[in-house]
């Protein structure tokens, strides 16, 4: 019910953790390389770690945003991980 900045930050940071340990695991129940069922392990693997990926970035967009007081300059926080995610993206 708590629906603070700092809240969503620790969720979405604590998800983004939780699932990209988990991927380890996942990929040790997978299928062989030759069998048929592959194709749902990688769309199931994929899935979750894009989506880990989108919860760390949305955890740190968060606190480049809303936490002014953790960066001397927020506007050059933002600016460096928009600049990261830009770079991400081009790869």
Do not use: T, Y
Not at 24 to 42: C, D, K, T, W, Y
Request: glycine share 8%.
């Amino acid at each position: 019910q708590n629906q603070s900045w700092n809240s969503i930050h620790s969720i979405c940071g604590l998800l983004a953790c939780v699932i990209a340990w988990a991927q380890p695991l996942n990929a040790v129940s997978s299928f062989g390389h030759g069998e048929r069922a592959r194709f749902i392990f990688n769309w199931i693997h994929r899935f979750f770690g894009f989506g880990s990926w989108l919860l760390a970035a949305a955890a740190i967009m968060i606190a480049c945003v809303h936490f002014d007081l953790m960066f001397s300059s927020r506007v050059s926080a933002f600016g460096l991980f928009i600049a990261f995610l830009a770079a991400f993206g081009l790869e």
